[in-house]
């Protein structure tokens, strides 16, 4: 059982270039998540998902796009990559929304944009 | 605005007790968490606090006081594989996350 996986690991991209992380879960949680975290700043939601088909933005969604077409995968989409892009990116999941949910977290993407 | 404040590092000596405190100030409370973070590694969960008081699991203990905003992470017997930051995350009103940058907890033998 893998939990959550990510893909890829890193990835250097040129700036403008589109990019899509994969975020894929085994644990039929409900909720999905996409933070980034850099270097002296908590954990930032980018996206979420509380259930298949539906998607909402967190606190920094400009610049990203998700989609959630099952309840196993929630990719992250870089339309344009730009620099202020390079950061650390987690996807994590909950079984639900509700106050005690344990957020499980994947490996993270190390993303560099230059 | 929402924000929670952790220090950004400590040291501790192994086998000793370090406590990390966390505040908080944030729109709507449902609940306070730890997580540990290796170097290089994603978080992992420690432990969730919603009433006051401590909670104990094995040598970690985390406290929690509402009406100060307040909230403490006691770690004991310090080994050197607690070596590792740890994130203070407070969920709102809207049941997402509010983290803080995370304490670097650095351990001297």
């Known amino acids: 059982i893998a939990g959550i996986t990510q893909a890829p690991t890193s990835q250097i991209l040129a700036a403008g270039r589109r990019m899509t992380l994969r975020c894929t879960q085994d644990m039929r949680h409900n909720a999905m998540y996409w933070y980034r975290q850099d270097l002296g700043l908590g954990l930032r939601l980018i996206h979420y998902?509380?259930?298949?088909?539906?998607?909402g933005k967190g606190e920094v969604p400009d610049g990203y796009s998700v989609s959630r077409a099952n309840t196993d995968d929630f990719p992250l989409t870089l339309a344009s990559a730009v620099p202020s892009q390079t950061s650390v990116y987690f996807c994590a999941s909950s079984e639900g929304t509700s106050a005690y949910n344990e957020q499980f977290f994947g490996p993270g993407t190390r993303l560099t944009v230059l | 605005g929402q924000n929670i404040d952790q220090p950004t590092e400590m040291t501790a000596t192994e086998g000793a007790i370090v406590q990390i405190n966390c505040t908080y100030q944030?729109?709507?409370?449902?609940?306070l968490f730890w997580y540990q973070q290796h170097a290089g590694e994603a978080p992992t969960f420690l432990s969730y606090?919603?009433l006051d008081g401590l909670e104990e699991k094995g040598r970690f203990s985390s406290f929690l006081s509402r009406s100060k905003g307040y909230s403490y992470l006691l770690l004991k017997e310090l080994q050197m594989k607690d070596s590792a930051s740890y994130l203070c995350?407070?969920?709102?009103?809207?049941?997402?996350?509010?983290w803080g940058a995370g304490t670097k907890l650095i351990i001297k033998p």
């Open positions: 606090n919603v």
């Open positions: 944030t729109s709507g409370f449902n609940g």
């Open positions: 998902s509380n259930t298949a088909g539906t998607t």
């Open positions: 995350a407070v969920m709102d009103s809207n049941y997402q996350l509010i």
